[in-house]
């Protein structure tokens, strides 16, 4: 059972970093196509 916390907890922890590189990429992707659009108007 303790294992299993111990996994979860790590996985949580993962998760939080992924999530805020997830956000960045999104915001950079996004950034992106904007600059995109511009180059096209």
């Known amino acids: 059972m303790a294992e ?3 996994l979860n907890h790590s996985t ?3 998760k939080g970093s992924s999530h805020i ?3 960045e990429f999104m915001v950079e992707s ?3 196509h904007l600059k ?3 180059r096209s108007l």
Request: proline fraction near 0%; charged fraction near 45%.
């Open 4 to 6: 299993e916390a111990q």
């Open 12 to 14: 949580e922890r993962c």
């Open 21 to 23: 590189k997830y956000v």
């Open 30 to 32: 996004h950034t992106d």
């Open 36 to 38: 995109q659009k511009d």
